[in-house]
């Protein structure tokens, strides 16, 4: 079956520094790799995706993920991170193929910002 | 939040009474979805419909039933709620052309007593 484990469930990080959140799957086939972030209270807002091409992508608000097969990961990196950017953030993968073009989502990654 | 309207936003409900929750869309998108969000485990999807009156189980469907009408409504109905089914709801959308993104609404918070 399907799977994709984040690691790590907090992390903290102070504001300037960087930041990279792991993600792996596990899949036979080729996956679409997504990463989504949710503030406090709110859905989850889109921040990458990855279907084919160049592995490393680029997303909204300064974010970036690489994807590497030889590992089943897809990290998400940010380079100098802001107060703004503390939310959770949540690693999805859909089976290419899947008619239902269902989502099965890790645990989710608690980031938090120290000024 | 792309077009979504989920409702209510939050409900207080007593265990063993039946809940309905909604979601309306404006997208005309093809997919929908029904997840819950529990801390830990993240989104686990409940039921998803590829079509009006075409419904199909996800991962967590027991307790849970769903309908669609019409493109643009897919209602959640928990027959008899448990405690066990306090939790966030979200709804989301895709359309299949769209890349298998999918987009989601802002959630419905329930508490069963």
């Known amino acids: 079956a399907q799977s994709v484990t984040q690691p790590d469930i907090h992390i903290t990080v102070s504001e300037g520094a960087s930041l990279e959140l792991r993600c792996n799957y596990s899949?036979?086939?080729?996956?679409?790799l997504f990463w989504y972030v949710q503030s406090p209270g709110q859905g989850l807002q889109l921040l990458l995706k990855?279907?084919?091409?160049?592995?490393l992508v680029q997303g909204i608000k300064g974010f970036e993920a690489e994807f590497k097969r030889s590992q089943s990961s897809f990290n998400l990196r940010k380079p100098s991170v802001h107060w703004s950017d503390a939310a959770e953030y949540f690693c999805?993968?859909?089976?290419?193929?899947?008619?239902?073009?269902?989502?099965?989502f890790g645990g989710g990654t608690r980031l938090m910002v120290k000024p | 939040d792309a077009g979504i309207t989920q409702s209510p936003r939050h409900k207080v409900t007593e265990t063993g009474t039946p809940v309905t929750l909604r979601c309306h869309q404006t997208?005309?998108?093809?997919?929908m979805y029904w997840y819950r969000q529990d801390p830990g485990h993240g989104l686990r999807l409940i039921h998803y419909?590829?079509?009006?009156?075409?419904?199909d189980k996800g991962e967590v469907s027991d307790g849970y039933s769903v309908s669609r009408s019409k493109t643009e409504d897919f209602l959640l109905t928990l027959e008899s709620a448990t405690s066990s089914q306090t939790s966030v709801y979200f709804c989301?959308?895709?359309?299949?052309?769209?890349?298998?993104?999918?987009?989601f609404g802002a959630g419905t918070r329930l508490s069963v007593l």
């Open positions: 989301a959308i895709s359309e299949p052309l769209g890349g298998n993104i999918q987009y």
């Open positions: 899949y036979g086939a080729t996956p679409y």
């Open positions: 990855y279907f084919s091409g160049d592995t």
């Open positions: 999805a993968v859909v089976r290419e193929g899947n008619a239902g073009n269902m989502l099965t």
């Open positions: 997208e005309n998108h093809r997919y």
């Open positions: 419909s590829y079509g009006v009156k075409d419904t």
